[in-house]
C-alpha cells in the first residue's frame, strides 16, 4: 500500500482535501503517529488563561484602583491617628474583595461553549490500523483513516463515504431536522448522527479543520470580548471618577499648601470625599436590578445566563434569527396538490401514501400519512412489494392488491418530478406544463414530489415491471409553514425600532419565500454574495460588503463562518446585534452577537454559547423580553443619573466651600448620607417605569448634561441655605430664618483627652450666660447652651448636612423620569425606603447624638477680624428649624425638577415621533413666554435706538419692562 509523503509543509488537512491518499488497508501505527504529529489531534487546542491570571485582572481597572488608593489612604490614617479607627479600611477592603471574586466567578462560565462543543464530538472510533480494526480515542484519528460508521454512531471526523449510502441527523449542526441522505463518495460531516445504515469511509479533516471545528474556532475566537455593558459602566465609573479625583486634588492642595493644615486630617476628608463620591454601590445595584429583572423573565420563559445580556437587549437595532423552528414550525406541511385531468386530491395523496412507509416513516411520508383523509382504507390494500428511496433511482416505489372485491393490483411511484415524469408514455404531452409547475415551485422554495400509478392487467405477473404503463397523477408540494404569531411578531418588533433579518442554511428560493409570507422584504443574498465574501473582496458591484450587510433582508445558504461574518459588520456599523440559533453551526455567531439567543430546543451547544435561552417556541416570547429589558435599563439608567447628580453636587459644593468658606461637615456624616442614599436607590430595581418605544442608548453626553446641570442647581441651593442662615440682617439682627447667628457660638472639642465637648462664647450674644470652657451638656441649660434664638457653627454645620441628605432623598424622584416627577408613580418599595431615610435623616438632624468633630475644621471669625481654625462639633437643630429645611428643599426640588423638564425637551430627541417633536417645539415656546417678551423687548429697544428714538426719561417704567443705561 501507498501512502503520502508528509514532510511537515502541509500545515493541515482541511475537508476533503485531495492530498491525502486512502487506503482500503488503512494507516500503520507508525505512518498515523507522524500524521499526528503534523495534523495535530482531532480535537481544537484552545487558549487557557490561569485561574489566578483572571482573578488579578478583576483588581485592575480605573475603579478598582481607586478604591484600592482609598484603602491606603484609610489605612496610613488609621495607624497615624491617635483613634486607631479601621472601621474605614475593613469596609473598603471587603468591598473591593466581594467585587473582585463575583467579576471572577462569573467570567469562570465563560468556557461552557466550547466544552459543550467537544462533548458533541464522539469519544471512540472503530478504525482500521495495522489490517485489524482497532477501537481508539476519536482525538488520535488522522487524516486518511480507514473508518466505520454505523446505526446511532456519531460521525467523529469530517470523512468520505467509501461504499454505500447513509441518511444521518445534522440537527446538531445546522438545526435543521429533517435527515440527510449521503451517498457514495460524498462528506460526512463531524458531529453528525447516522439514523440509517452503516458504512467505511476515509477520513479527510480532523480537530479544527473540521465543520464543527470551525464553529470551535469561531466560539473560542469571540469568547474574549467584553461585554457591552460593562463598557458602559466603565465610562459612567470614568466621569465620575475624574470628577472626584480633580476634586479632593484641589481641595487637598488648598488646604495642605494654602491653609497650612495637617497632611493626615486632609487626607481623612480626603478619603471620605472620596469614599461618598466613588460609585461603590454602581456594579452591585446595576447587578442587583438585573438580576431581579432576569427572575421576571424567567417566570416568562426567557432564561438569562449572562445578566449583562438584559442592558444589551434593551437597546438591539437588529435581529438576525434562523428559520427553521424559529420562524417556522420546523414541521412540514402538504400544500393543496396539483392534479392532471380528472384525478382527485384526494386520488393523489392516496396512492402517494401506499407509495409510502408507514413504518418508522421519514418526515415526508409521515406527512403525506398526515394528510390522507381515508386511513382506514389503507388497510384494504395488501403491500406485494416495497422499493424504498434510492438516491440514484431518486424516487420509491410499491406494489398493493387489493384485498376484496376484484383484487385489481397496481403499481403507485413517487419521487423527484423529473424523474417520475420520465416513466410515463406521454412524457412529450406533459412535459411543458408539468416543467413550468416544477420551475414556479422551485422558485417559491417548495420541496415537491410527482406521483404515478400503473394499473396491472389482469393475471400478469407483478414480478415484471418492464410492461409498466405509468400515468402521470400530478404534484404534492411542501414546505415549513410559518408560525402563526411569527408575521405579528416581527411587526411588533419593527414599530419596537428592532429590524428582524433572516439567516438560514437553507436554499435561498426558500428563504424568500417565508420572507413573502411573513412581509419580511426580498433583498436576499445567497451563494454568490457568500462565495465573494470567502474569497475576501471588500466591494461587491462597487457597493461595500458591509452596507450589503446591512440593507439586506436575509441570507440564504450560510455556513457558521458566515453568520459569524455577518454579525461582524452589523456591529461595525454600531448597531447592537441579536442572534438566534439552535445548531451547534449557531454556535460561533451567538458567541459573536452582543445577544446570543438559544431558541426552544437547542442543542446544548447553542445554549452553552448564548446569553438568553427561551423554553417557549418562536420569537414571541422575545418582543415580552425587550420589554422587560427596557425596563430595567430604565431603572439602571436612573440610577446612573442619580448617582452623577449626587456626587457633582457633593464635590462641587464641598470644593468650594473648603476652598473658599474653610467649611466642611464630620466625615461620618457625609458617611450616613452615602448609606442612606445607597440603600434607598437600592430599591430602584422595584421601581414603575415605561419602556421606550425605541431601542435604548447610553447618551452619556446627555446624561452627564443633566445631571451637572441639575447638580449645579442644587448646590446652589446649599450655598444659598449657607448664607441665609449664617447672614445676619442689619435690620433685626437675625439671620432669614428667625434665628439670631453668632459666628463665635459654636461647640467644639478642647482638650482632645476629654470625654465631653465644650461651649466656646467669644460671640456678644452669649457672653452674658455663658463660660467659657463650660463642659456640653446635651439637654441644654441655661448655663452650658447658647440662649434660646441664638445659633452658631455648630448648628449651620446640621443644617447642610440635613440639606444635602434630605435634598439627596429627593433627587431620586428628579432622576427617575424625564418628565415632572409626578408623572409616573413611584415603585411602592422605593417609596418605602426613601421615607424611610429621609425620617431617619430628619431625626438626625434635630438630635443629632454624636460629638464627632469635623474632618476639616471650620474657619471661625474672632474679634481681630483672624480667621481661627476649630474643630467644630455638629449640633442638633430642633423641629422649627428641620420643618423649615424640609420647605426649603422642597422647594429647590421643585425648582430642579422644572429645569430638568425643560433641559430633556431641549436636547434629547429619544423617542419621539415627528408629532411629537412638534408639539416639543410648541411647548417651548410657551414654555417661557415672559423670555420670549423680554428677548422681543431688547430687539424692538436696539431697532429704536438705531431709529434715535429716546427711550430715557420718557415716565415711569412698567413692571418687566427693560430699562437700558446708555452710559
Same mark, same amino acid.
Given at each position: 500500500?501507498?501512502?503520502?509523503?508528509?514532510?511537515?509543509?502541509? =500545515?493541515?488537512?482541511?475537508?476533503?482535501?485531495?492530498?491525502?491518499?486512502?487506503?482500503?488497508?488503512?494507516?500503520?501505527?507508525?505512518?498515523?503517529?507522524?500524521?499526528?504529529?503534523?495534523?495535530?489531534?482531532?480535537?481544537?487546542?484552545? *487558549?487557557?488563561?490561569?485561574?489566578?491570571?483572571?482573578?488579578?485582572?478583576?483588581?485592575?481597572? =480605573?475603579?478598582?484602583?481607586?478604591?484600592e488608593?482609598?484603602?491606603?489612604?484609610?489605612?496610613?490614617?488609621?495607624?497615624?491617628? =491617635?483613634?486607631?479607627?479601621?472601621?474605614?479600611?475593613?469596609?473598603?477592603?471587603?468591598?473591593?474583595?466581594?467585587?473582585?471574586?463575583?467579576?471572577?466567578?462569573?467570567?469562570r462560565?465563560?468556557?461552557n461553549?466550547?466544552?459543550?462543543?467537544?462533548?458533541?464530538?464522539?469519544?471512540?472510533?472503530? /478504525?482500521?490500523?495495522?489490517?485489524?480494526?482497532?477501537?481508539?480515542?476519536?482525538?488520535?484519528?488522522?487524516?486518511?483513516?480507514?473508518?466505520?460508521?454505523?446505526?446511532?454512531?456519531?460521525?467523529?471526523?469530517?470523512?468520505?463515504?467509501?461504499?454505500?449510502?447513509?441518511?444521518v441527523?445534522?440537527?446538531?449542526?445546522?438545526?435543521e431536522?429533517?435527515?440527510?441522505?449521503v451517498?457514495?463518495?460524498?462528506?460526512?460531516?463531524?458531529?453528525?448522527?447516522?439514523?440509517?445504515?452503516?458504512?467505511?469511509?476515509?477520513?479527510?479533516a480532523?480537530?479544527?479543520n473540521? #465543520?464543527?471545528?470551525?464553529?470551535?474556532?469561531?466560539?473560542?475566537?469571540?469568547?474574549?470580548?467584553?461585554?457591552?455593558?460593562?463598557?458602559?459602566?466603565?465610562?459612567?465609573?470614568? /466621569?465620575?471618577?475624574?470628577?472626584?479625583?480633580?476634586?479632593t486634588?484641589?481641595?487637598?492642595?488648598?488646604?495642605?499648601?494654602?491653609?497650612?493644615?495637617?497632611?493626615?486630617?486632609?487626607?481623612?476628608?480626603?478619603l471620605?470625599?472620596?469614599?461618598?463620591?466613588?460609585?461603590?454601590?454602581?456594579?452591585?445595584?446595576?447587578?442587583?436590578?438585573?438580576?431581579?429583572?432576569?427572575?421576571?423573565?424567567?417566570?416568562?420563559?426567557?432564561?438569562?445566563? %449572562?445578566?449583562?445580556?438584559?442592558?444589551?437587549?434593551a437597546?438591539?437595532?437588529?435581529?438576525?434569527?434562523?428559520?427553521?423552528?424559529?420562524?417556522?414550525?420546523?414541521?412540514?406541511?402538504?400544500?393543496?396538490p396539483?392534479?392532471?385531468?380528472?384525478?382527485?386530491?384526494e386520488?393523489?395523496?392516496?396512492?402517494?401514501?401506499?407509495?409510502?412507509?408507514?413504518v418508522?416513516?421519514?418526515?415526508?411520508?409521515d406527512?403525506? #400519512?398526515?394528510?390522507?383523509?381515508?386511513?382506514?382504507?389503507?388497510?384494504?390494500?395488501?403491500?406485494?412489494d416495497?422499493?424504498?428511496?434510492?438516491?440514484?433511482?431518486?424516487?420509491t416505489?410499491?406494489?398493493?392488491?387489493?384485498?376484496?372485491?376484484?383484487?385489481?393490483?397496481?403499481r403507485?411511484t413517487?419521487?423527484?418530478?423529473?424523474?417520475?415524469?420520465?416513466?410515463?408514455?406521454?412524457y412529450?404531452?406533459? +412535459?411543458?406544463?408539468?416543467?413550468l409547475?416544477?420551475?414556479?415551485?422551485?422558485?417559491?422554495?417548495l420541496?415537491?414530489?410527482?406521483? +404515478?400509478?400503473?394499473?396491472?392487467?389482469?393475471?400478469?405477473?407483478?414480478?415484471?415491471?418492464?410492461?409498466?404503463?405509468?400515468?402521470?397523477?400530478?404534484?404534492?408540494?411542501?414546505?415549513?409553514?410559518?408560525?402563526?404569531?411569527?408575521?405579528?411578531?416581527?411587526?411588533?418588533?419593527?414599530?419596537?425600532?428592532?429590524?428582524?433579518?433572516?439567516?438560514?442554511?437553507?436554499?435561498?428560493?426558500?428563504?424568500?419565500?417565508?420572507?413573502?409570507?411573513?412581509?419580511?422584504?426580498?433583498?436576499?443574498?445567497?451563494k454568490e454574495?457568500?462565495?465573494?465574501?470567502?474569497?475576501?473582496?471588500?466591494?461587491?458591484?462597487?457597493?461595500?460588503?458591509?452596507?450589503?450587510?446591512?440593507?439586506?433582508d436575509?441570507?440564504?445558504?450560510?455556513?457558521?463562518?458566515?453568520?459569524?461574518?455577518?454579525?461582524?459588520?452589523?456591529?461595525?456599523?454600531?448597531?447592537?446585534?441579536?442572534?438566534?440559533?439552535?445548531?451547534? &453551526?449557531?454556535?460561533?455567531?451567538?458567541? *459573536?452577537?452582543?445577544?446570543?439567543?438559544a431558541?426552544?430546543?437547542?442543542?446544548? !451547544?447553542?445554549?452553552?454559547a448564548?446569553?438568553?435561552?427561551?423554553?417557549?417556541?418562536?420569537?414571541?416570547?422575545?418582543?415580552?423580553?425587550?420589554i422587560?429589558?427596557?425596563?430595567?435599563?430604565? %431603572?439602571?439608567? &436612573?440610577?446612573?443619573?442619580?448617582?452623577i447628580?449626587? @456626587?457633582?453636587?457633593?464635590?462641587?459644593?464641598? @470644593?468650594?466651600?473648603?476652598s473658599a468658606?474653610?467649611?466642611?461637615?464630620?466625615?461620618i456624616s457625609?458617611?450616613?448620607?452615602?448609606?442612606?442614599?445607597?440603600?434607598?436607590?437600592?430599591?430602584?430595581?422595584?421601581?414603575n417605569?415605561?419602556? !421606550?418605544?425605541?431601542?435604548?442608548?447610553w *447618551?452619556?453626553?446627555?446624561i452627564?448634561?443633566?445631571?451637572?446641570?441639575?447638580?449645579?442647581?442644587?448646590?446652589?441651593?446649599?450655598? /444659598?441655605?449657607?448664607?441665609?442662615?449664617?447672614?445676619?440682617?442689619?435690620s433685626?439682627?437675625?439671620? #432669614?430664618?428667625?434665628?439670631?447667628?453668632?459666628a463665635?457660638?459654636?461647640?467644639?472639642?478642647?482638650?482632645?483627652?476629654?470625654?465631653?465637648?465644650?461651649?466656646?462664647?467669644?460671640?456678644?450674644?452669649?457672653?452674658?450666660?455663658?463660660?467659657?470652657?463650660?463642659?456640653?451638656? =446635651?439637654?441644654?441649660?441655661?448655663?452650658?447652651?447658647?440662649?434660646?434664638?441664638?445659633?452658631?457653627?455648630?448648628?449651620?454645620?446640621?443644617?447642610?448636612?440635613?440639606?444635602?441628605?434630605?435634598?439627596?432623598?429627593?433627587t431620586?424622584?428628579? !432622576?427617575?423620569?424625564?418628565?415632572?416627577?409626578?408623572?409616573?408613580?413611584?415603585?411602592?418599595?422605593l417609596? +418605602?425606603?426613601?421615607?424611610?431615610?429621609?425620617?431617619?435623616?430628619?431625626?438626625?438632624a434635630?438630635?443629632?447624638?454624636?460629638?464627632?468633630?469635623?474632618?476639616? !475644621?471650620?474657619?471661625?471669625p474672632?474679634?481681630a477680624?483672624?480667621t481661627?481654625?476649630s474643630?467644630?462639633?455638629?449640633?442638633?437643630?430642633?423641629?422649627?428649624?428641620?420643618?423649615? /429645611?424640609?420647605?426649603?428643599?422642597?422647594?429647590f426640588?421643585?425648582?430642579?425638577?422644572?429645569?430638568?423638564?425643560?433641559?430633556? #425637551?431641549?436636547?434629547?430627541?429619544?423617542?419621539?415621533?415627528d408629532?411629537?417633536?412638534?408639539e416639543?417645539?410648541?411647548?417651548? %415656546?410657551?414654555?417661557?413666554?415672559?423670555?420670549?417678551?423680554?428677548?422681543?423687548?431688547?430687539?424692538?429697544?436696539?431697532?429704536?435706538l438705531?431709529?434715535?428714538?429716546?427711550?430715557?426719561?420718557?415716565?415711569p417704567?412698567?413692571?418687566?419692562?427693560?430699562?437700558? &443705561?446708555?452710559?
Amino acid at each position: 500500500m501507498s501512502y503520502q509523503s508528509l514532510d511537515g509543509k502541509n =500545515p493541515r488537512a482541511g475537508p476533503n482535501n485531495d492530498m491525502v491518499e486512502f487506503n482500503e488497508d488503512g494507516l500503520t501505527t507508525a505512518e498515523a503517529q507522524k500524521r499526528l504529529a503534523i495534523y495535530g489531534p482531532n480535537a481544537v487546542v484552545e *487558549k487557557v488563561t490561569p485561574w489566578w491570571k483572571l482573578l488579578l485582572l478583576k483588581f485592575w481597572g =480605573p475603579m478598582p484602583i481607586l478604591i484600592e488608593i482609598a484603602i491606603i489612604l484609610s489605612l496610613v490614617n488609621a495607624i497615624a491617628s =491617635p483613634e486607631k479607627d479601621y472601621v474605614s479600611f475593613v469596609v473598603l477592603l471587603l468591598l473591593l474583595l466581594i467585587n473582585g471574586f463575583i467579576g471572577f466567578f462569573e467570567e469562570r462560565n465563560a468556557g461552557n461553549a466550547i466544552n459543550a462543543l467537544k462533548k458533541s464530538l464522539a469519544p471512540k472510533c472503530s /478504525v482500521m490500523r495495522d489490517g485489524v480494526w482497532q477501537v481508539v480515542d476519536a482525538k488520535d484519528l488522522v487524516p486518511g483513516d480507514f473508518i466505520t460508521v454505523k446505526l446511532g454512531d456519531i460521525i467523529p471526523a469530517d470523512a468520505k463515504i467509501h461504499k454505500g449510502n447513509l441518511e444521518v441527523d445534522e440537527s446538531a449542526l445546522t438545526g435543521e431536522s429533517f435527515l440527510v441522505t449521503v451517498a457514495e463518495g460524498e462528506s460526512l460531516k463531524s458531529g453528525s448522527i447516522v439514523r440509517v445504515g452503516e458504512t467505511e469511509a476515509f477520513v479527510t479533516a480532523t480537530g479544527a479543520n473540521t #465543520y464543527i471545528g470551525e464553529a470551535m474556532k469561531l466560539v473560542a475566537q469571540s469568547s474574549a470580548s467584553e461585554g457591552h455593558f460593562q463598557k458602559v459602566l466603565f465610562n459612567v465609573a470614568k /466621569v465620575i471618577i475624574v470628577i472626584a479625583l480633580a476634586a479632593t486634588v484641589v481641595i487637598f492642595c488648598l488646604k495642605v499648601f494654602k491653609d497650612h493644615d495637617g497632611v493626615l486630617p486632609v487626607l481623612d476628608l480626603c478619603l471620605v470625599l472620596l469614599v461618598a463620591s466613588i460609585p461603590i454601590a454602581m456594579q452591585v445595584v446595576c447587578t442587583g436590578t438585573m438580576a431581579v429583572g432576569s427572575r421576571k423573565l424567567a417566570a416568562h420563559n426567557v432564561i438569562v445566563s %449572562r445578566l449583562g445580556a438584559i442592558e444589551e437587549l434593551a437597546g438591539m437595532t437588529i435581529l438576525c434569527s434562523d428559520k427553521t423552528g424559529t420562524l417556522t414550525l420546523n414541521k412540514l406541511q402538504m400544500r393543496d396538490p396539483w392534479t392532471m385531468g380528472s384525478i382527485t386530491p384526494e386520488q393523489i395523496t392516496f396512492c402517494a401514501c401506499l407509495a409510502s412507509k408507514r413504518v418508522n416513516p421519514d418526515a415526508i411520508d409521515d406527512c403525506i #400519512y398526515q394528510g390522507t383523509e381515508h386511513k382506514d382504507k389503507l388497510e384494504e390494500f395488501e403491500e406485494l412489494d416495497f422499493v424504498p428511496f434510492d438516491p440514484v433511482a431518486k424516487r420509491t416505489e410499491a406494489t398493493v392488491r387489493e384485498k376484496t372485491g376484484g383484487k385489481t393490483t397496481f403499481r403507485v411511484t413517487k419521487g423527484a418530478p423529473q424523474v417520475i415524469l420520465g416513466l410515463t408514455a406521454n412524457y412529450e404531452e406533459l +412535459a411543458e406544463e408539468v416543467e413550468l409547475k416544477i420551475k414556479e415551485y422551485a422558485e417559491r422554495g417548495l420541496r415537491s414530489l410527482a406521483v +404515478a400509478r400503473c394499473l396491472l392487467p389482469e393475471g400478469a405477473a407483478w414480478e415484471k415491471r418492464d410492461q409498466d404503463s405509468w400515468e402521470f397523477m400530478g404534484m404534492l408540494s411542501f414546505h415549513d409553514p410559518p408560525r402563526g404569531d411569527t408575521k405579528q411578531t416581527i411587526e411588533t418588533a419593527k414599530t419596537m425600532g428592532v429590524e428582524v433579518k433572516m439567516i438560514t442554511g437553507d436554499h435561498l428560493a426558500i428563504g424568500k419565500e417565508t420572507a413573502r409570507l411573513l412581509g419580511m422584504g426580498g433583498l436576499f443574498y445567497g451563494k454568490e454574495f457568500l462565495a465573494a465574501v470567502d474569497d475576501g473582496k471588500a466591494n461587491i458591484d462597487g457597493r461595500d460588503v458591509g452596507d450589503i450587510v446591512e440593507a439586506a433582508d436575509g441570507f440564504a445558504q450560510v455556513a457558521p463562518k458566515h453568520k459569524f461574518f455577518i454579525v461582524d459588520q452589523l456591529q461595525k456599523r454600531g448597531h447592537l446585534t441579536g442572534m438566534t440559533g439552535d445548531g451547534v &453551526n449557531d454556535a460561533p455567531a451567538l458567541k *459573536k452577537a452582543d445577544i446570543g439567543i438559544a431558541v426552544d430546543g437547542a442543542t446544548e !451547544a447553542a445554549k452553552a454559547a448564548s446569553d438568553i435561552v427561551l423554553l417557549t417556541p418562536g420569537l414571541s416570547v422575545i418582543i415580552t423580553a425587550i420589554i422587560r429589558s427596557r425596563k430595567i435599563f430604565q %431603572r439602571m439608567k &436612573n440610577y446612573c443619573i442619580y448617582r452623577i447628580i449626587c @456626587t457633582f453636587q457633593l464635590l462641587l459644593f464641598f @470644593t468650594i466651600a473648603i476652598s473658599a468658606f474653610n467649611f466642611s461637615i464630620p466625615a461620618i456624616s457625609l458617611v450616613l448620607i452615602t448609606l442612606l442614599n445607597d440603600g434607598t436607590i437600592m430599591t430602584i430595581a422595584h421601581d414603575n417605569v415605561i419602556p !421606550a418605544k425605541k431601542p435604548e442608548a447610553w *447618551k452619556l453626553g446627555v446624561i452627564a448634561a443633566v445631571a451637572c446641570v441639575v447638580g449645579t442647581v442644587a448646590t446652589i441651593g446649599l450655598f /444659598v441655605m449657607y448664607f441665609l442662615y449664617t447672614t445676619n440682617k442689619p435690620s433685626s439682627g437675625d439671620n #432669614y430664618f428667625g434665628f439670631s447667628f453668632d459666628a463665635q457660638c459654636y461647640y467644639t472639642i478642647g482638650d482632645p483627652k476629654a470625654k465631653d465637648a465644650h461651649l466656646h462664647f467669644e460671640g456678644l450674644k452669649c457672653a452674658p450666660l455663658c463660660k467659657a470652657g463650660t463642659p456640653f451638656n =446635651p439637654t441644654g441649660t441655661a448655663q452650658d447652651s447658647c440662649p434660646a434664638g441664638v445659633v452658631g457653627w455648630s448648628e449651620a454645620v446640621c443644617v447642610i448636612y440635613m440639606c444635602l441628605s434630605v435634598g439627596g432623598q429627593l433627587t431620586v424622584y428628579i !432622576a427617575r423620569t424625564k418628565h415632572s416627577f409626578w408623572s409616573r408613580r413611584p415603585g411602592y418599595t422605593l417609596m +418605602a425606603a426613601s421615607a424611610f431615610a429621609q425620617i431617619a435623616s430628619t431625626f438626625l438632624a434635630v438630635y443629632w447624638p454624636i460629638q464627632f468633630k469635623i474632618s476639616a !475644621a471650620v474657619g471661625i471669625p474672632n474679634y481681630a477680624g483672624e480667621t481661627v481654625s476649630s474643630p467644630v462639633v455638629m449640633k442638633g437643630i430642633g423641629w422649627e428649624m428641620a420643618g423649615i /429645611v424640609w420647605g426649603y428643599c422642597i422647594g429647590f426640588f421643585l425648582l430642579e425638577d422644572l429645569i430638568k423638564v425643560y433641559f430633556y #425637551y431641549a436636547v434629547d430627541n429619544d423617542n419621539k415621533t415627528d408629532e411629537e417633536l412638534a408639539e416639543r417645539k410648541r411647548k417651548q %415656546r410657551a414654555f417661557l413666554p415672559s423670555v420670549t417678551r423680554l428677548f422681543n423687548k431688547k430687539k424692538n429697544s436696539r431697532n429704536s435706538l438705531r431709529g434715535n428714538v429716546p427711550l430715557i426719561g420718557k415716565g415711569p417704567q412698567r413692571k418687566g419692562e427693560v430699562v437700558m &443705561n446708555m452710559n
